[in-house]
């Protein structure tokens, strides 16, 4: 009889948690929307330049308390409500990688290690 080898269990990948930035940017895109703005119309508001808006909506730059103060009040959002706003987006964005893999009938499942028979 063969001896049953022992198969290392897979490894899960974590992914990680969204960064600061992207939720800030993907909440102040959403009101700037909302409230159907342009980013020339916010930006100007703002006192900011155009580009460097374009760039935090994108999550590509992490904007300085200041800026992000001056963004909030063009878009007249208290700076609470961006961040309570900003933690449900994380939130989501997190629950939505987690539930991912559900589809593939692994979600929540622990590594686990199988035996093979070798012939």
Do not use: F, N, W, Y
């Amino acid at each position: 009889m063969p001896k049953p080898t022992l198969v290392p269990p897979r490894r899960v990948r974590r992914r990680p948690d969204p960064l600061l930035r992207d939720a800030l940017g993907a909440v102040l895109r959403a009101e700037r929307l909302g409230q159907h703005r342009t980013l020339a119309d916010v930006a100007a508001g703002a006192r900011v330049s155009l580009p460097h808006l374009s760039e935090v909506e994108r999550g590509r730059k992490e904007p300085s308390s200041e800026v992000l103060a001056a963004i909030c009040a063009s878009l007249d959002l208290p700076l609470a409500d961006l961040l309570r706003r900003c933690g449900t987006h994380v939130e989501d964005v997190t629950s939505a990688t987690a539930l991912a893999p559900a589809a593939t009938g692994r979600a929540g499942s622990a590594p686990t290690a199988s035996l093979s028979l070798a012939a």
